[in-house]
């Protein structure tokens, strides 16, 4: 049966071409597209990692729920021991300390709410990688009243390079303090929300803006980000739930989740309508090959065949189309991923966010499973119904297309 296909195909080699091409497209088009979305969901899940959030944030227990209003009334007092022990982890890259403030920020007779964070500079750079630096410099550990300012707070203030601004914020006795602060630098995240409302400031500078001596996170940056949930069940048997709590990047922002749900409704319309474009290819060409064919098939049944047998053919030679075409639209769809991916895709910024990035096309094991699945299915299931329909006309009907 299956000497009987091969020779079929490569007798009849312009519908066998035609068949053939449309698997190749749409397998090609699964695997690229795939790819694409996929590695979106990646270089989206790096920037929101890494321009602010970090992998984990370990806080005092109650941070996440009122910290946002008062986060000095819930520091870590100590935080090097945790540090310590965090750190020992393979998987653990660095940890960060930081200080979390709210207050207002004042340039000239202009004043604005703000949020901002005490850092360690030369650790954060490390982990910083998606926030750019628009003008002058970055914040490094030996800095004293230096600050950075989001762009938008910035071009909203009309503040640059040089000009000096005074932070003030609220204690936890309740009492006012006031620093003066000199703007080195101006930044771009990931989160135009947040360059249009942040600031930072050296760790030791936030702490005597807050007259406290503790900490509010401890982010934790690491190694590999597919990590993430099993590093934060392994510190969650570790650490005293009573005293501290775990927050995966993922749990911090909304940004992510809401992002990935608006490419996926659009991409899954995409590929949807590959799909569709796959199954309509295949069948026109199967249903024209059948019905070309059906003097053929009639001189078969004369001769002997049952129509099973027939049926069996037509599947047999369909299957085949199904599986070279779908092995070889994978081969090609790998090799224009690389190829794609080796000069960069320049991609707008997404949603909320001013950034743009250079995407790539993922070679993902599922992608290629399912697109040589889609690619076998839709060609063999699109080969039934003709195969169906020649099979039921009479032989004598059949025997009269040969005239």
Do not use: C
């Not at 600050?147 to 006012?176: E, H």
């Amino acid at each position: 049966m299956i000497k009987l296909a091969l020779r079929n195909l490569l007798g009849h080699k312009l519908r066998t071409g035609m068949t053939f091409g449309a698997v190749l497209f749409g397998v090609i088009s699964l695997v690229l597209s795939g790819g694409f979305i996929e590695d979106m969901f990646i270089q989206l899940r790096e920037a929101v990692i890494h321009s602010q959030f970090g992998h984990l944030q370990i806080n005092a227990q109650g941070f996440f729920e009122k910290g946002a209003r008062a986060p000095d009334r819930f520091m870590i007092d100590d935080p090097e021991p945790l540090r310590r022990q965090i750190a020992r982890l393979p998987q653990v890259a660095d940890v960060m300390a930081r200080v979390s403030f709210s207050g207002l920020l004042s340039a000239g007779r202009t004043d604005r709410s703000i949020i901002g964070e005490g850092i360690e500079p030369n650790r954060e750079s490390k982990l910083g990688t998606f926030i750019r630096i628009e003008s002058g410099r970055a914040l490094n550990d030996q800095d004293q009243y230096k600050i950075i300012v989001g762009k938008g707070l910035a071009d909203a203030f009309k503040v640059g390079v040089g000009d000096r601004v005074i932070v003030l914020v609220s204690t936890s006795g309740g009492a006012l303090n006031t620093l003066e602060f000199e703007v080195v630098g101006t930044f771009r995240s990931f989160s135009r929300d947040y360059d249009g409302r942040a600031v930072r400031i050296p760790l030791a500078d936030a702490q005597e803006l807050l007259n406290a001596r503790g900490i509010n996170t401890l982010v934790v940056s690491l190694k590999d980000s597919l990590d993430t949930v099993r590093v934060a069940g392994l510190l969650a048997r570790q650490l005293d739930a009573e005293k501290f709590e775990i927050k995966k990047w993922n749990e911090l922002t909304d940004f992510y989740d809401k992002t990935v749900t608006l490419y996926d409704r659009q991409f899954g319309v995409l590929r949807l309508i590959v799909l569709i474009m796959v199954l309509l290819g295949v069948a026109n060409s199967v249903n024209m090959s059948a019905f070309e064919r059906v003097g053929e098939f009639g001189t078969m049944m004369a001769l002997g065949n049952r129509r099973i047998d027939v049926f069996r053919l037509v599947i047999t030679e369909n299957v085949l189309i199904g599986v070279i075409g779908s092995s070889t639209g994978l081969l090609i769809g790998v090799v224009l991923a690389w190829v794609i991916s080796a000069i960069g895709i320049p991609m707008p910024p997404p949603p909320s966010s001013e950034v743009g990035y250079m995407a790539q096309i993922q070679v993902v094991p599922q992608e290629l499973v399912l697109a040589f699945t889609i690619g076998l299915v839709a060609t063999v299931s699109a080969s039934i119904f003709p195969a169906r329909r020649v099979t039921r006309i009479p032989v004598v009907d059949a025997l009269r297309q040969n005239v």
